[in-house]
Every structure is written in C-alpha cells, then in structure tokens.
C-alpha cells in the first residue's frame, strides 16, 4: 500500500523556522525519487525541493539558502527543514514520490499525501 502522511506544518511569522514530515510506506519511499511540492490558493502546484536514490538534491531558485531536503532511511521519512520563512512560502505543503528524478515538475510524481499548511505572516 502506497502511503504518504505529512506532518509539521503550522503558523509563523516571516524569518520563522518550521521542519515538515514525510511518513512513507516501503513501497512509496523507494520510488527513485521523493520530495516537496507546494501550491497557493490560485497559484499551480510547484516542486520545492527534490531528492533522489543517490542523494543527490534540487531546489527550486525561491528557497535556495533556506530549505534543506533529507531523507532517514531507517525511518521511511522524508523531512524539509524550513529557516527564514517568507509570506510568500505559504502554501499547501505535499510530499510525492516517484520514478524519475528529472526535475521539479510534478508530473512525473505519482503518488502523493494529503499535505500539510504552512502560513507565513509578515
């Protein structure tokens, strides 16, 4: 069974600090590639950050800096560590899995939890 179950999200004020959670099954974790997608009322989801079988990472421009991908193996979760957080990071957290790790598109990922919210005021 395919699970992904978010967790860690919640309200800061800009220049906040949150870490958000990513319980996975065996089966979803060991896709070749994991990671975080928001999206913003009317906005189309985005890919976050992104982090393959090898470690390798990548991020989207908007949080280069900030947000740290990783991953524990032993635990089947996926993590996003959040620092300086900005009005404009807020937004529906979800993390995905998937068989490609070309990019930050979200096609390619299919499986998905429900996500989490994270809201930023200044």
């Known amino acids: 069974q395919v699970q992904l179950v978010e967790s860690g999200g919640g309200s800061v004020q800009a220049g906040g600090s949150l870490r958000l959670s990513c319980a996975a099954s065996e089966y979803a974790y060991t896709r070749d590639c994991v990671g975080w997608f928001r999206q913003a009322p009317g906005k189309e989801r985005e890919g976050v950050a992104i982090i393959g079988r090898d470690a390798g990472t990548l991020y989207t421009d908007s949080v280069k800096g900030r947000f740290t991908i990783s991953k524990d193996n032993a635990k089947n979760t996926l993590y996003l560590q959040m620092n300086n957080l900005k009005p404009e990071d807020t937004a529906m957290y979800y993390c995905?899995?998937?068989?490609?790790?070309?990019?930050?598109?979200?096609?390619?990922?299919?499986?998905w939890g429900q996500g989490t919210q994270v809201t930023v005021s200044s």
């Open positions: 995905a899995a998937g068989s490609y790790c070309t990019g930050l598109a979200p096609r390619p990922f299919s499986y």
